[in-house]
């Protein structure tokens, strides 16, 4: 009997458990608001604003560096482009920039990372040639740093770039200009930043074409890259883009490995790529090669502006909402404390933008429910109900903890097997096993092969004793202490 009524609770509660669809206003589902909370921070101090600038973070402070634009008319005006080697330094989102030097040179469109010990600068260009430059800014307060690091082994501009450990990964690239190269660079690149005397080492690329605009990030201890694109012949005989799916994975130690396809291109979107817990990374805007060669380009409608979330477990992709403001590509996205920051950028071809986003992790609010408190509070109401029903039937501990002896060997095998497992049983020890390997698995079936030993070993012995609890004899081979 009381078997039948636990399992009528349950059954009642899981019944009632079944979440209902929340409607909106308007009876249709709610967009996805997306993860990011975003705010906007001070504009650059440029009329303009920058694309392909280095960016990154140092001592709390925000660090922009060089970058590109037309500030004197756009580019289907016969604007000139111009290379820039100012550094800005933000302390606090609500601050004022601070003007803090020069870079060695003018450039734009390398790769940034931010470290510990502050922002790599990895080569880029300007309007001469391609460089293979390597320093990193640092910033003490009110006085900015400059280091110089082992050199390219060639010049590289729009490579994609990020840290696994210790460890900068840079992989394609142009080692040209885009309208004079055949093809854009295969090469995979690292330095370990912990070695005493650390050399970029040329590693095996990924198993997939030549790229350059893609997007990295580091995630799960291992780097991966995403989308961008390749140069193709056109009927014209010259080069044209090819925009790419594709992504990969590199684990140090294990190499290469295909990853699940973009749902759609993406290139030139904001890298490295920002990642929130150890699972995901996202990919925020970037081109997808729709509006490629539109007329009139001061019309160009921008870039696409939804964000896709990869899950490193799952191998899955999703679209989880839209940025509030025009997608920008060309720029770094920076971890700032608690936020990812895309400083300035690109909104169309041509057009830059001085406006700084900073976006926090979206906090989900807590919320019970109507429906949770009328499960909870029914299953406690059977609860009692049972309590009472029950104790009529309870003359001494005999009755409680045994029944009478009177319960069937399958009733008390259901009551054992469920005092046994728990939450963790059903939901923690399968998660473990799909994210990582079988261990945990492995060690919940020593619980069949320990059954036996209990079964005729154990419980005879304690059977003899007649006790009610394993306390009992606890206090019958000790004390009552």
């Known amino acids: 009997m ?204 990924w198993p997939g074409p030549e790229r350059f605009l893609s997007v990295a990030a ?10 961008g694109v390749r140069l193709a012949p056109d009927e014209q005989g010259g080069m044209s883009r090819e925009y790419l799916t594709d992504a990969y994975r590199f684990t140090p130690g294990e190499g290469w490995e295909r990853i699940a396809d973009l749902p759609r291109p993406a290139a030139a979107a904001p890298s490295p790529a920002p990642v929130i817990g150890n699972r995901h990374f996202y990919v925020v805007g970037g081109d997808d090669g729709e509006q490629a060669g539109f007329e009139p380009i001061d019309e160009h409608p921008g870039f696409p502006r939804d964000i896709l979330a990869y899950h490193t477990v799952t191998d899955t992709w999703a679209s989880v909402g839209e940025t509030p403001f025009p997608s920008v590509v060309t720029v770094p996205s920076v971890a700032w404390g608690d936020r990812v920051v895309l400083p300035g950028g690109e909104t169309r071809p041509g057009v830059r933008t001085t406006e700084v986003w900073a976006g926090e992790q979206r906090r989900l609010e807590p919320r019970f429910g109507a429906m949770n408190f009328a499960t909870l509070g029914l299953y406690l109401a059977i609860l009692v109900v049972m309590a009472f029903y029950f104790s009529r039937y309870q003359t001494g501990t005999d009755e409680f903890f045994l029944g009478g002896r009177r319960m069937p060997w399958l009733a008390v095998g259901i009551s054992i097997f469920g005092t046994q497992l728990s939450a963790i049983t059903f939901i923690a020890i399968p998660a ?50």
């Open 218 to 227: 580091a995630q799960g201890g291992a780097f991966h890259l995403a989308g």
């Open 432 to 481: 473990q096993v799909y994210a990582n390997d079988w261990t945990y698995f492995i060690v919940n079936m020593t619980i069949v092969l320990v059954a036996p030993v209990v079964v005729f070993c154990y419980l005879p012995f304690y059977r003899r004793l007649d006790l009610m609890t394993i306390y009992e004899y606890l206090e019958r081979r000790f004390n009552l202490g």
């Open 2 to 205: 009381t078997v039948r009524w636990g399992m009528l609770a349950a059954v009642a509660a899981a019944v009632l458990a079944v979440a209902l669809p929340t409607p909106t206003a308007n009876g249709k589902e709610a967009p996805p608001q997306g993860p990011f909370v975003w705010e906007e921070a001070q504009p650059l101090p440029d009329p303009t604003g920058f694309a392909g600038p280095f960016a990154g973070a140092h001592h709390d402070a925000l660090i922009v560096a060089g970058g590109a634009n037309f500030p004197e008319a756009p580019p289907w005006e016969d604007g000139e482009k111009v290379w820039h080697d100012r550094v800005f330094v933000l302390e606090d989102v609500e601050g004022e920039w601070i003007e803090a030097g020069q870079l060695p040179r003018p450039m734009a469109y390398g790769v940034s990372v931010t470290t510990r010990d502050g922002v790599v600068c990895i080569g880029g260009d300007d309007e001469a040639a391609f460089h293979d430059d390597v320093f990193r800014l640092r910033w003490h307060g009110a006085e900015l740093h400059i280091d110089e690091l082992p050199p390219l082994p060639h010049g590289i501009a729009y490579a994609a770039g990020a840290m696994v450990e210790e460890t900068i990964y840079v992989a394609g690239g142009l080692s040209e200009p885009e309208a004079s190269a055949e093809e854009a660079l295969h090469t995979f690149l690292a330095l370990d930043l912990s070695a005493d005397d650390p050399v970029w080492e040329s590693l095996e690329p």
